[in-house]
């Protein structure tokens, strides 16, 4: 493949338990880096839950750690697309 979609939660603490050391999402970020993946698109999803309410700065907040994890693995964060969804209502996908 050459490129993976990322899903990533915007939710307070499911977001937080991903990217943790022993998270999902930071575990995904390097296994599609290991298998020859160099490019990503990351979709934050849950942007339409009651804490999120498609928050700007809960988006950015979001984009910078995942930025950073990304860079860490070696994946071009210039050419690395983010983009806000919500799965539940369809918004963005």
Known sequence: ADVAVLVAPATQGEFESGISSEGQTREHILLAYTLGIRQLIVA???MDANL???S???YNEIKKEIT???KKVGFNVEKTQFVPVSGWTGENL
């Open 44 to 46: 934050i999803n849950k």
């Open 52 to 54: 999120v309410k498609y």
């Open 56 to 58: 700007e700065t809960r």
């Open 68 to 70: 950073s994890e990304i």
